[in-house]
Every structure is written in C-alpha cells, then in structure tokens.
C-alpha cells in the first residue's frame, strides 16, 4: 500500500494525472458546446458539419495536449520514440487511410451527399472518417440508380490506387438514352417531332440548370462544347425503326425521367395510332415448302 502511495506521489505520476484531467475538462468542453446544436439545429448538414468540426478539434486538442506533456514524459517519449519504427510498419494500411482522408479533404475528390463509385462500389457518400468513407449503396441487384439499403465501408487509401468516379461534384447531370421501336410504314417524321417535342418539354428546367453548371466548369477546365438539348436519332433495323432519345437529365432524377418519357410518348403515340406503330419482335413466314404426300405407300409408284 505504502509502495502505491509513493508511486502515486511520484512526479511523473502527477504529471500524467494532470494531462489526463486537461485531456478529459476539453473533451467535456467540446461536447457541451456541441449538444445544443445537435438539439436545436434543423438542418442535416449542418449537424453533420458542426459533429466533423468537433470531433477534428478533439482530435487535435488531445494531439497537442499529449505533445505539451510529452516533453515532461520522457520515458512515454523515450518508448514511442523506440518503437514507431514498428507501429509505422504494421499500421501501412492506416497510415495510407489516414493520408487518403487528407487527400480527400484537401483535394475535393468527394465531400458528403456526392454520388460516387469508389473502389468498385456506386453509391451516395453519408460520411467521411479518417480510415474509412461509408457510402449508402446503389445498383447490384437493383435496377437504376436506387439505394440497396446497404452501407458500405471503403479505405480512404482506395483513391491513391484507384480512379475515383464522381457523378455530382462539378456537374451533377449526366447524359442518358432510350431506345424506341417504330413499325416499318409508320410515319417516322412524326415520330421523330414527337419524341423531340416530348423529351424537350420533360427536361426543360433540367436543361438550362446543366447549360449554367456547365458555363461554370468551363472556367477551371479546358473542354469543348457539348451538345445540351436533346437529340433524337433514327436507326433502321430489319424489325423495325429505331429512335435513340438522348437527353440530359439530373443525377438523381434518372429513373423518374425515364418514367415520364416514356408515359407521355406512350399517350402521344396513341393520339396518332393510325401513323405510328409501336413495334415488337414478330416472326414472319414467307413461303411454306411443298409438301409432297404419298396417301398408298403400299402401291408402286
């Protein structure tokens, strides 16, 4: 007991014991002037915003609080010093994490709320931590761009190694296509009127959002001009005509246009169903082969 009390007394003990009661007074701290917005703020972003800021300021205030009395611990610097060499080998992984979340940081590869495929995964980023980017995974077994309700843990080493794919940093619309099957004999004038005239309407606020986003990335980036109104294509096949809608359309919104489009082609089509046909895979016979049958096989011919 008497051993205990002297180790307690002890200078190095009373500067660890005074380290540690700073560490945790600042821990409180932080999450004192945290709990109010989390409590009273509406806005999603910004709570997760304000919970990143302090949980970085924790990290960096234990950081410094252990490097202020790591002067006065010489023998926790002397043991650190001795074996990081170690720890830096078997942590490589982490280590890389932890640089990739610089990166990331830094360099704006993603940020929260973009769409992204990273390390062969697609999905929408929900957090970036420092070893890890969670993302809310969409695709696999679900057509479209629709979320699978899984989420998924990716390395933040993963963007030295791999091509990062965002869908919604810079210019958060992409191009998108259907394909239409016209009969032959339809009148493939009016189709095509028609289909143009649909999808214009359909993406037309959509249209003059992406003609503005892309007048803004033009700036930072050498690009040529593209083509941001719909193009209505026609291709003849030996079944039918074929008619190739390319539109631009928000990142998000890919699935639900297509529903449009194709609702209000589907109910143009059929104010006009003396002109235009949809077409559907048939399989004609032309000719039949003569059939020669022999009703006495017993006779001789």
Do not use: C
Request: proline share 3%; net charge neutral.
């Amino acid at each position: 007991m008497e051993s205990i009390w002297v180790m307690l007394n002890s200078p190095f003990a009373q500067k660890l014991l005074i380290a540690g009661s700073w560490l945790v007074i600042f821990i409180i701290i932080t999450y004192v002037l945290q709990a109010p917005i989390n409590k009273f703020s509406l806005d999603q972003g910004m709570r997760y915003r304000s919970n990143k800021i302090f949980s970085y300021i924790r990290y960096l205030g234990s950081v410094i609080i252990i490097l202020v009395y790591s002067t006065q611990l010489t023998s926790f610097a002397i043991f650190w010093g001795a074996t990081g060499a170690g720890i830096a080998f078997s942590l490589q992984e982490v280590i890389a994490s932890i640089a990739g979340w610089a990166a990331i940081s830094a360099g704006n590869f993603y940020r929260p709320g973009d769409r992204v495929q990273l390390g062969g995964m697609r999905g929408d980023v929900i957090d970036i931590g420092f070893i890890r980017t969670k993302l809310m995974e969409i695709g696999e077994w679900i057509e479209a761009d629709l979320h699978t309700g899984r989420i998924v843990l990716i390395a933040n080493s993963y963007v030295f190694k791999e091509p990062v794919l965002n869908y919604s940093s810079s210019f958060p619309f992409l191009w998108d296509e259907i394909k239409i099957p016209v009969r032959h004999g339809s009148d493939f004038q009016l189709a095509k009127e028609i289909f143009y005239r649909v999808t214009e309407e359909v993406t037309a606020e959509q249209i003059e959002k992406a003609r503005q986003s892309w007048k803004e990335i033009t700036k930072n980036f050498v690009m040529e001009q593209v083509q941001i109104a719909p193009q209505v294509t026609m291709r003849i096949t030996d079944n039918w005509l074929e008619f190739t809608i390319r539109y631009i359309v928000d990142y998000k919104q890919r699935r639900k246009t297509r529903d449009i489009l194709h609702t209000l082609i589907l109910e143009q089509i059929e104010k006009v169903a003396d002109q235009i046909s949809i077409a559907s895979t048939t399989i004609a016979i032309v000719e039949f082969p003569r059939l020669s049958v022999n009703q006495n096989p017993n006779k001789e011919s």
